[in-house]
């Protein structure tokens, strides 16, 4: 293999499947890139068999070839490249770096041993805009659970039905839902992506990309770009969302969203550092005015904004880091509460959007 | 065609029976100690040889046996114990059965000889495999002399399965030795192969004889204790925390003279020394109870080591409280000289005497005695008058004092008993008096009070401190307890849904709310948070198991104490922080105004203490 390129080239390809680099060392060979020419571009390529991720990026091929380089060390020495043309040439299993007048030999890994990252060909097709996509992540991604005790909430689960698409995420503490259409659509797909992968897409998605999925029964691929994202389904039984999202409430509040977020923010400062770091916040609702009244062996806070209330008075406890996660996702000036009493779950929705919502479960004491 | 079914002859049912009550040479020394105790003996000689199988002679100078009640006592279930069946809840006697000498006689060669008092000549009887061999006029001591040989010679199969000599001979002593702490009052000597192994002095002091079963070093530490509530009065003395050991054989259980095991007092005595002690290990203790016979029963397996108690919850209160109270009265820092010679001449010698197992009588340090007066527990500030009475128990006075002086050498008893209770007080740490003095390596805080030197660790004591403090915030606050949006399914076996079906109010108070789901399966619709709690349903299930586990369920607090734990260690200031005076000063201070500063929740020390005689010990001073 011998290529020529541009620093610049080298650190995209880089940087964009460096996440997927295993970081355990179970096997060793994962924890490289894969370089492998296609005409005349390079294809990037790794993976910890859980995602994988590709990038093709165009440059001048002298000789075909692969090679699998250790990802730490090379996208480092990568990084610290002078602004030149690159010359790539490999010796069996290593590849000699030239730039300017140096040479710098890193020594790979037998190529044979890299898992291929397969594509496979599968009619089931969805197209949608990455735009919509992106906010849709944003909007449910911090709402998966972080244990692995229970696998299916750390990945949000992706249900298409035709023209609408939802994400929704819950780590049984709380559920996020996100809702969009898409044109042109007459397929249903219905299966739960892990949180990381869709970490990646959040990040390598640029706005005025389309983004296309491709399906089977077990496996994803999310081609955009240049790039692929290819990952595993995660197994089981997501609970059926729609069945415990409340149809009616007994209040219904409207909050100015940075307000709101402000009092909480300031009132958690006080549980912050308690001894057993419960970051409970307890709103009184009362007649238009939201009372929040906290206090811990640091100090206390005592807070009333204004706020639009239909239904009865109501007092509820939260964790308000839970609170405080959906306050920062949401772009409306307003919010609306809908709670039911002290016990029930509670929805908050952006005002004016009906495409999201936010269920949350209140603390009991 | 198929065996008839017969009825058995008498020699066989008692070789079979024999099996269940003398399963090893171990148990024939124990029937026939008791025989002795029982009998009113108090000196009891026991000589064993080849680990018991050849020859077990045990010797008293009890009431000893008319002619022809020796001839009956060697005939099943003939005793002088109880008459009719309701004097089982009155018993204060060891023995009732009746089997133990014809179940040994069917087994063994045995011969017994018996002199009462009043007889000018004893009597022997020889029995061999169940069969009396002679009965004969003989001249001995008053008293009776047991003497078994050839243990298991008819019984083949018992005999494969004996251990070593010295291994049956380990768990004779052992077993003798539990019965002199039982006993006080009663001299014991055991001999294997004519060394002479064990000699307790049988004046009737407790501590004496955990002197001489125990070591002098573990008895010097030993702390008093005795509580006395409805009607049940635990006495005895319980092993300072630094002295532990991975079994539990330092700890000896006597219910009304009678040595017992029993989980429920095992598990009370760790209770009271919960945090206090590392886990997996064990302390040193003596306990003797004493209650109305009507309060337990002994007859659940012939060995009679087994005890059930009718109301199991007072009393594993009242021992580990008791524990407890007495352990953070006293206080007692480690020293730095554990596990060290002591050079005080008159241990030493008893050091050369314990190694050559040749400790007859044990003499305590005067240092020792002192700790040796037993600790009472007053309800209010004690009065003269009523520490005499208790006074009166403790010190009899010698007979042919008269009335007046002996009220007299009690009171001055008194005076020094209580000039003895503030040199105790003297020994507690004053964490007011307390400066400290700089750290070391960056990890341990080195103070004084002007007495001793006191080395803290501070990871351990802030360790505490935290601890309390989060307790107390648990107190306060209480419990919150997320719903869950998706309840978690938990699917329990019979004995758990019993459980939880009757600690449901102390869940719901815990944070867990259960429902039903048919059959066994239930669903948490919510769980306690104290921190992050992973997984809901394991939780539910320790909590369980933790009840199940013992036979008084935990508290709430007891279950919010392994979070505790976890939150109070990741906390705390670690090792190698430097602190400043001020800082170490604030700390020691705090520590102090802890209920119990000398562990950490995990039950390492916080502190350990060098005396100024120590310093002046080594550096030859005095």
């Given amino acids: ?365 | 065609m198929p065996p008839r079914i017969k009825l058995l002859d008498q020699h066989c049912i008692n070789q079979i029976a024999a099996g269940e009550v003398v399963e090893r040479p171990l148990s024939v020394v124990k029937e026939l100690i008791e025989n002795a105790i029982d009998a009113g003996a108090n000196k009891i000689e026991i000589s064993v040889e080849g680990g018991g199988q050849s020859q077990i002679r045990v010797r008293d100078n009890g009431c000893g046996m008319a002619p022809e009640d020796l001839q009956l006592a060697v005939l099943p279930h003939a005793t002088s114990k109880i008459a009719k069946i309701d004097d089982l809840n009155n018993l204060a006697s060891l023995g009732f059965r009746g089997e133990a000498l014809p179940t040994i006689a069917a087994i063994s060669k045995l011969s017994i000889v018996s002199r009462r008092k009043e007889d000018a000549v004893g009597w022997e009887i020889r029995v061999e495999g169940g069969q009396v061999a002679s009965f004969a006029e003989t001249g001995c001591a008053p008293g009776t002399d047991v003497t078994v040989s050839d243990l298991f010679y008819n019984t083949p199969a018992r005999r494969k399965f004996l251990r070593s000599a010295n291994t049956e001979f380990g768990l004779i002593s052992d077993m003798v030795s539990r019965l002199a702490l039982a006993n006080p009052s009663i001299s014991f000597s055991l001999r294997h192969a004519r060394t002479l192994v064990l000699n307790t002095t049988g004046r009737g002091n407790l501590l004496d004889t955990i002197a001489a079963v125990l070591g002098n070093e573990i008895a010097r530490k030993m702390l008093p204790l005795e509580v006395e509530d409805q009607g049940i009065k635990v006495a005895g003395y319980i092993g300072s925390p630094e002295q532990v050991r991975k079994s539990r054989n330092g700890v000896t259980f006597i219910v009304n003279g009678r040595f017992i095991r029993s989980q429920l007092l095992y598990q009370s005595l760790k209770e009271g020394y919960h945090t206090l002690i590392p886990a997996g290990t064990y302390p040193y203790a003596v306990l003797t109870l004493t209650m109305p016979p009507a309060f337990y029963d002994v007859n659940v397996h012939p060995s009679k080591l087994e005890i059930k108690f009718k109301d199991e919850k007072v009393i594993f209160n009242l021992v580990s409280n008791s524990i407890r109270k007495t352990l953070l009265e006293a206080r007692p820092v480690r020293s730095l000289q554990d596990k060290q010679t002591d050079y005080d001449p008159q241990n030493f010698h008893d050091y050369q005497k314990d190694q050559n197992y040749q400790n007859t009588t044990k003499l305590l340090s005067p240092r020792s005695r002192k700790i040796a007066e037993p600790h009472k527990f007053y309800s209010s500030t004690p009065t003269v008058a009523d520490s005499w009475e208790q006074l009166k128990l403790l010190y009899k006075p010698a007979p042919g004092l008269t009335t007046d002086k002996s009220v007299k050498v009690n009171k001055e008893l008194y005076i020094e008993n209580q000039e003895q209770n503030q040199d105790k007080k003297s020994e507690q740490v004053n964490f007011e008096e307390l400066r400290a003095l700089g750290q070391l390596f960056n990890t341990y805080i080195l103070c004084t009070d002007d007495q001793d030197l006191y080395i803290i660790d501070q990871h351990a004591a802030h360790e505490r401190i935290r601890y309390d403090n989060l307790r107390q915030q648990l107190n306060e606050k209480g419990v919150y307890s997320q719903m869950l949006l998706i309840p978690e399914t938990v699917e329990l076996t019979i004995q758990e849904e019993q459980i939880m079906l009757e600690h449901f109010e102390q869940l719901n108070q815990l944070g867990f709310i259960i429902e039903n789901f048919g059959e066994r399966t239930y669903f948490l619709r919510a769980v306690p948070i104290v921190q992050n709690l992973p997984e809901p349903g394991k939780l539910l299930i320790k909590f369980l198991d933790e009840v199940l586990s013992k036979s008084i369920p935990p508290t709430q607090e007891k279950l919010m104490e392994s979070w505790l734990d976890m939150i109070a260690c990741r906390s705390a200031l670690k090792g190698n922080a430097k602190l400043s005076l001020q800082e170490m000063d604030q700390l020691i201070q705090e520590l102090g105004n802890r209920p119990n500063p000398l562990s950490c929740p995990h039950g390492r020390p916080t502190m350990i203490n060098i005396s100024k005689k120590e310093l002046e010990d080594k550096f030859n001073r005095t």
């Avoid at chain 1, 730039?99 to 990252?117: A, L, M, R, T």
């Avoid at chain 1, 940075?258 to 912050?272: P, Q």
């Fill in chain 1, 1 to 365: 293999m011998k290529i020529i390129c541009s620093k610049d080239n080298l650190l995209l390809g880089v940087n964009t499947v460096q996440r997927a680099v295993a970081t355990k060392n179970t096997m060793p060979i994962l924890q490289g890139i894969r370089l492998r020419t296609e005409g005349s571009s390079l294809w990037f390529e790794a993976t910890d068999l859980e995602i994988g991720i590709r990038c093709n990026i165009p440059m001048e091929v002298q000789e075909e070839g692969e090679v699998v380089l250790p990802a730490k060390l090379f996208s480092e020495f990568v990084r610290k490249l002078p602004d030149t043309d690159i010359i790539l040439e490999s010796i069996d299993n290593n590849v000699n770096i030239h730039y300017n007048k140096s040479n710098f030999v890193i020594n790979g890994y037998d190529p044979e041993e890299f898992p291929e990252i397969t594509e496979f060909t599968s009619a089931d097709i969805i197209e949608i805009p990455a735009t919509i996509f992106k906010k849709m992540i944003r909007q449910t991604i911090f709402a998966c659970a972080v244990e692995e005790t229970r696998p299916v909430f750390t990945g949000i689960l992706v249900h298409v039905e035709k023209e609408n698409i939802s994400l929704v995420s819950t780590d049984s503490h709380r559920l996020a839902h996100s809702k969009a259409m898409i044109s042109d659509n007459d397929k249903e797909f219905k299966g739960i992506i892990p949180s990381k992968t869709m970490q990646e897409l959040l990040r390598l998605l640029d706005d005025n990309e389309i983004l296309t999925v491709q399906y089977n029964s077990s496996k994803i691929i999310f081609k955009f770009g240049s790039c692929q994202i290819l990952t595993r389904l995660i197994d089981g039984q997501f609970p059926s969302y729609k069945q415990v999202i409340p149809q009616s409430c007994n209040t219904k509040l409207l909050l100015n969203c940075k307000n709101f977020l402000d009092t909480v923010e300031r009132a958690s400062l006080l549980s912050k550092d308690n001894y057993l770091k419960i970051n409970n916040v307890r709103f009184n609702i009362e007649d238009s005015i939201l009372n929040v009244n906290q206090y811990s062996e640091m100090g206390k806070i005592s807070e009333q904004i204004e706020i639009e209330q239909e239904g009865e008075n109501v007092a509820i406890s939260f964790n308000a880091k839970y609170v405080i996660d959906v306050l920062k996702i949401i772009d409306t000036e307003n919010i609306i509460m809908e709670a039911s009493g002290p016990y029930s779950p509670c929805v908050f929705r952006p005002e004016n959007e009906e495409d999201y919502l936010y269920l949350l479960l209140p603390l009991r004491n």
